[in-house]
């Protein structure tokens, strides 16, 4: 099944674009870089989401307490890991956030990096093609190279 997610929210503008076109999920991006946001601007962007829209927090090799803190405030509804994370660490996030998804976020430049995940407790693998946010497609034949993947629906 295919999930729509808006990701690099930063503005009030943006909200309301998100709310018009109502994705599954919009994202707010904590990383360094052009995207990132305070958790305080990302609370304040979060209460104007319509409740029907997950946000989600957009992390790249971040302290799990401060994912832990906008979890625990609904300031997000949902992870995305999109560094080194481990599985220890979305385990760890699993248990802690047993109604929170994870999403694994997978560079796809080889067929093999999806094999890495095939076994992974996120709910889902959102695949990339290595960058994030650059609007740039990955070869989507690794996909099938990589073989069947049985957890996450491919």
């Known amino acids: ?3 729509i997610k808006i990701c690099g ?3 009030p503008e943006d909200i309301q ?3 018009q076109y109502f994705p599954d999920y919009a994202g707010f991006v904590f990383a360094p870089g ?3 946001i305070t958790p305080g601007q990302a609370e304040k962007l979060s209460r104007m989401l319509n409740p029907n829209i997950c946000p989600v927090g957009v992390f790249v090799n971040e ?3 401060i994912i832990c803190r906008l979890a625990d405030s609904g ?3 949902a992870i995305q890991f ?3 994370e481990t599985e220890e660490q979305i385990h760890r996030m699993k248990n802690r956030f047993p109604d929170i998804p994870v999403i694994r976020a997978v560079s796809m430049k080889q067929d093999h990096e999806l094999k890495r995940w095939d076994a992974s407790e996120a ?3 959102l695949l990339d093609a290595g960058s994030g946010g650059t609007g740039h497609t990955f070869d989507h034949s690794l996909i099938t190279q990589a073989g069947a993947i049985q957890n996450h629906g491919f």
């Open 1 to 3: 099944m295919t999930k």
């Open 9 to 11: 929210l930063r503005r």
């Open 17 to 19: 674009a998100v709310n």
């Open 34 to 36: 052009k995207c990132q």
């Open 63 to 65: 302290s799990e307490d």
């Open 75 to 77: 300031v997000i509804r």
């Open 82 to 84: 999109h560094g080194q």
């Open 123 to 125: 709910d889902y693998l």
